[in-house]
């Protein structure tokens, strides 16, 4: 099957081309948000294809994934016309969290009759109002980087992509109380001037091998937001054995279990675990264990992709 999918979260993508189809990426020059193409800092397999609009106008298609308002125009006009869900099957995955009032969460698909909703967490599918629209909750899985875990530096590790800009909703004005209690290093996209400024380590965009390498060598994972639908990196931290301490928002209490780390909303009792991790090697290695066991369970690659699977053969037959 020939899938149009563009090139928006790095992590979701890169399970998704995993499978066994072929993935078509969107392509532009400046390599700008509509047209990414592959990953630079994930390796992706050959079947995810770049192509630029002019190749994708004489390109056979046999389904779209839409993940934001703006790809269906973008779709239309570099398809030559064929619209999603009415000329090709379709789906929406909805990545985020909604954010406003819950009286006002509508999806901006709601009530069509010609896409299928996709969230990726169960929040997600509460809080979103998609009417009369279908829907489908398919978990994340993500690529098994292995056990890695070392725990040798005595430190936490925080990713988060653009913290000054997310701000409250990724916990960024909680990272100096946490720093107050141990030393963090923070990665991500962006994350150079927020470091800087709260005296962290850390590196800013290091490629994803790269990054979870140096993830496993901190002693315990530390998830400090408070509205996102569920990280991506905080699943990854559980595969490589990191224990975690986590603020209990969103999907975070369903997908870590007590024994994987400390889950509360009390920054007092966060920090009381990043220090009992921090100077307790071994319970820290037991609960990273148990994160990992977890994560496999929950999170693996052949659960995800099955499941898509499943859901692009029921849209286009």
């Given at each position: ?247 209990a928002t969103t999907e975070v209490p369903d997908a870590v279990p007590a024994e994987a780390g400390v889950v509360t909303n009390r920054v007092d009792r966060a920090v009381d675990g990043l220090r009992r991790f921090v100077a307790e ?37």
């Amino acid at each position: 099957m020939r899938v149009l999918v563009w090139h928006v979260h790095g992590s979701w993508t890169t399970a998704l081309v995993q499978g066994d189809h072929t993935y078509l990426l969107p392509v532009l020059p400046d390599r700008g948000p509509d047209g990414r193409g592959r990953a630079r800092t994930w390796d992706w397999p050959c079947a995810a294809e770049e192509l630029t609009p002019a190749e994708l106008a004489t390109t056979d298609v046999d389904a779209v994934i839409l993940q934001r308002p703006e790809e269906e125009e973008l779709a239309r006009r570099w398809l030559g016309g064929r619209r999603p869900g009415r000329d090709l099957p379709a789906v929406w995955v909805e990545h985020n969290a909604p954010q406003g009032r819950i009286a006002d969460l509508r999806h901006p698909a709601a009530d069509r009759d010609d896409v299928v909703v996709v969230h990726v967490t169960h929040t997600n599918d509460l809080f979103w109002d998609c009417g009369s629209a279908r829907t489908r909750v398919i978990e994340h899985g993500v690529v098994d980087p292995g056990h890695r875990y070392t725990g040798e530096l005595a430190r936490a590790a925080v990713v988060v992509n653009e913290p000054a800009r997310r701000g409250r909703v990724v916990g960024t004005d909680l990272l100096e109380r946490f720093a107050a209690a141990v030393d963090i290093d923070l990665f991500g996209m962006g994350t150079a001037d927020v470091a800087h400024r709260l005296g962290l380590g850390g590196a800013d965009d290091l490629p994803q091998p790269a990054l979870h390498q140096a993830m496993a060598r901190r002693r315990v994972y530390l998830h400090p937001i408070r509205w996102t639908s569920l990280g991506l990196s905080l699943i990854e931290a559980m595969h490589l054995g990191m224990p975690v301490v986590a603020m209990a928002t969103t999907e975070v209490p369903d997908a870590v279990p007590a024994e994987a780390g400390v889950v509360t909303n009390r920054v007092d009792r966060a920090v009381d675990g990043l220090r009992r991790f921090v100077a307790e090697p071994e319970a820290a290695r037991r609960a990273g264990d148990e994160a990992r066991r977890v994560a496999l369970d929950r999170f693996g690659l052949k659960r995800f992709l099955d499941d898509w699977d499943l859901l692009l053969e029921e849209v286009t037959t």
